[in-house]
C-alpha cells in the first residue's frame, strides 16, 4: 500500500488486526527484510496486533526524498496509524 505525504509516497504493508504496531525501516533495511525478521515473532500475536511495515525514503519501495525530517516522520506515522 502507498500513502503520500508531503508529495513522497511512502510504501508500507500490513498485516493481522487489533493494536497497531509501527515498524519503520533503517538505513538499510526495507519492509521485507523486517518482515522476515519479525513476524516470526509476532506468530503468537497474530490476532490481537496490527503489524504495519513501512520503508523509508529511498529505500524498498518508497520513493528518494532529500529533505526528510521528524515532521515528516511524524506526519507519516499519523497517516498510516
Given at each position: 500500500m502507498y500513502v503520500e505525504?508531503?508529495?513522497i509516497k511512502f510504501y508500507y504493508e500490513?498485516?493481522?488486526h487489533g493494536l497497531p504496531i509501527i515498524?519503520?525501516?533503517g538505513f538499510a533495511t526495507d519492509s521485507k527484510f523486517m518482515q522476515?525478521?519479525?513476524e516470526p515473532i509476532f506468530q503468537n500475536y497474530n490476532d490481537?496486533?496490527?503489524r504495519k511495515y513501512v520503508d523509508h525514503p529511498g529505500v524498498g519501495l518508497t520513493e528518494y526524498a532529500n529533505?526528510?525530517?521528524i515532521n515528516m516522520i511524524?506526519?507519516?506515522l499519523l497517516e498510516i496509524q
Open positions: 505525504v508531503d508529495k500490513e498485516f493481522g515498524l519503520f525501516s522476515n525478521g519479525f490481537s496486533l496490527k529533505d526528510v525530517g511524524l506526519n507519516i
